[in-house]
């Protein structure tokens, strides 16, 4: 089972790093208790890391998907409805956590993501699948849409369920600490989830254009197809999992509420956490994730230009050195509190957002570099356009700069005979020079750091708000409208105002630095911490 012993060796490497960062508590646990919540971990994170995996696959393939399932007379248009495809799956989340929340504090934690799992998968599965538009049309997109609906609903009913199983069974005084392995679950599926597609590419054809042609053709469908592979490992991982212990203990006892849904949001002081829980944590927190991952992977590579692959290896860098971060959050917040930690992550993003983006835009303008103009190379193919006396015209154009970069002008168009060729279909890519590359996978960091430190506390924070029989409902519900809705709307909203707003390109963080401000002032003013000693008494 590769993908749960590569978590393991994970979990540990980064578990040595954290005990060298952080003194280990004067409260020190059994080996074995140590030993069983690792194992609870382990369970519970791969399985998690594969549906994240599942869900943001659709995401990191959001260009060539466009041109897949959307009509190509229009690729801005196809862009945005691709997006507005992938936020719909963010938009059904909460309805998940609704559902498959109620189902966690009736029937229990483990059977509930259990199913969860094999809806995400068997949906990941089906995308792989979907003819294209130019075979069945407007069926194509459609499709497509329903099957990111169900992967919603299964991701909303999946998070809550893996954080609070892990939660019930960690000890109160390392509760951040444990539930900290769990957020890092989201950033590891995105990182997997762009090392499969360039590792999927680079294989299908050692010549670089004719990989690319066909991973745009085809080939893209293969990280969709392969997840039911992960999936399968994680269901036999899941199988020999044991219920959570406090819900046993309800359930024994007679004490699992008969009607979480009620209990969660007609009772006025569990209807005030969820507010709060809601627009003072996870509201704010989930742009902030979406902003400094997939926000600046869309922004690299469309407004910035930047190659593919290098759009990809920079946001696969940053999360690979910036991991760690989320344990250390966590287990600080052991220490120190979970609101202050969360607070500090809200305002780092809310001031530092504009100046991190501009520095993007500044390492790859052309504009602040030298060009060396004997270096130009200059490529024109003629193709012969079947039943015709036309050509097919391709002219690609290479302009090499001081600093190692180097930018290929792609023009294509038609070759007529009797008259006039055709407007020229252009496309830009910009490959950084090595100092570039690093500045931005320093860049782009410094954002994922700021991701950790709202993150990384957040789930014991959320779970110490509710009690046991009714907190799967109670939590998974604003955790999911904060990061489904707010976080996941965030690529959308942000490159349509780049729409709209033409002349400034960094407009489209208006939206994000709104939302962390609004977030940080209501849980400054608001959001009190209960007493995490009384988590499982409740």
Excluded at 205 to 223: E, H, L, M, V, Y
Excluded at 270 to 295: C, E, P, R, S
Aim: hydrophobic share 45%.
């Amino acid at each position: 089972m590769p993908n749960e012993k590569l978590f393991a060796d994970n979990f540990l490497l980064h578990d040595r790093i954290i005990k060298f960062i952080i003194p280990k508590p004067t409260a020190v646990m059994p080996s074995s208790q140590t030993s069983g919540i690792r194992k609870v971990i382990i369970a519970s994170s791969v399985g998690t890391l594969i549906e994240w995996y599942d869900f943001f696959i659709f995401g990191s393939l959001a260009t060539v998907i466009s041109n897949q399932f959307f009509p190509k007379t229009n690729p801005t248009a196809a862009l945005l409805s691709t997006l507005a495809t992938f936020a719909v799956g963010f938009i059904v989340r909460p309805f998940g956590a609704l559902v498959f929340g109620r189902l966690g504090d009736l029937v229990g934690r483990k059977y509930t993501f259990l199913l969860t799992l094999i809806i995400m998968g068997g949906s990941t599965f089906a995308i792989g699948l979907v003819p294209k538009y130019e075979t069945i049309g407007f069926a194509a997109p459609l499709i497509v849409l329903i099957l990111r609906l169900l992967q919603g609903l299964a991701l909303g009913g999946e998070y809550g369920g893996a954080a609070i199983y892990v939660a019930e069974h960690s000890p109160d005084h390392r509760r951040g600490y444990f539930t900290s392995w769990i957020q890092t679950t989201a950033s590891i599926g995105f990182f997997v989830s762009l090392g499969v597609i360039l590792l999927t590419r680079h294989v299908l054809d050692s010549d670089q254009t004719k990989s690319i042609a066909k991973f745009n053709d085809w080939g893209w469908r293969i990280p969709f197809l392969i997840s039911i592979i992960l999936v399968g490992v994680s269901i036999y991982i899941r199988l020999k999992m044991n219920e959570s212990p406090l819900f046993m203990k309800l359930k024994s006892e007679g004490k699992t509420s008969s009607n979480p849904l009620k209990e969660s949001f007609t009772h006025k002081e569990n209807l005030k956490m969820v507010l709060l829980a809601l627009f003072g944590a996870t509201m704010a927190q989930g742009v902030i994730w979406y902003t400094g991952q997939f926000y600046a992977q869309s922004f690299i590579e469309n407004v910035c230009k930047i190659d593919f692959d290098q759009s990809r290896t920079i946001l696969i860098w940053a999360i690979f050195f910036t991991t760690p971060f989320f344990v250390v959050f966590g287990t600080w917040s052991d220490k120190v509190g979970r609101k202050w930690i969360i607070v500090a992550g809200m305002l780092l993003a809310t001031i530092s957002y504009r100046f991190l983006f501009s520095q993007l835009l500044q390492v790859s303008d052309e504009k602040n570099k030298t060009e060396i103009a004997q270096l130009q190379q200059v490529k024109t193919t003629l193709t012969p356009i079947p039943n015709s006396s036309n050509s097919l015209r391709t002219t690609v154009t290479k302009n090499f700069y001081d600093d190692g970069m180097f930018i290929s002008e792609t023009k294509k168009d038609t070759l007529y005979i009797d008259h006039a060729s055709t407007k020229p279909e252009i496309r830009i890519a910009k490959t950084l020079g090595n100092s570039g590359y690093w500045k931005m996978v320093f860049i782009v960091s410094i954002m994922i750091f700021n991701v950790t430190i709202a993150y990384g506390p957040i789930v014991s924070f959320l779970v110490e708000l509710f009690p046991t029989k009714i907190r799967y409902t109670s939590m998974s519900l604003p955790y999911h409208i904060g990061n489904g809705i707010f976080g996941g709307l965030t690529p959308f909203f942000a490159t349509l105002l780049t729409t709209i707003y033409t002349s400034d390109k960094l407009v489209g963080l208006t939206y994000p630095i709104v939302i962390s401000l609004v977030g940080a002032i209501i849980c400054i003013l608001y959001v009190n911490e209960k007493n995490k000693k009384s988590f499982d008494t409740i």
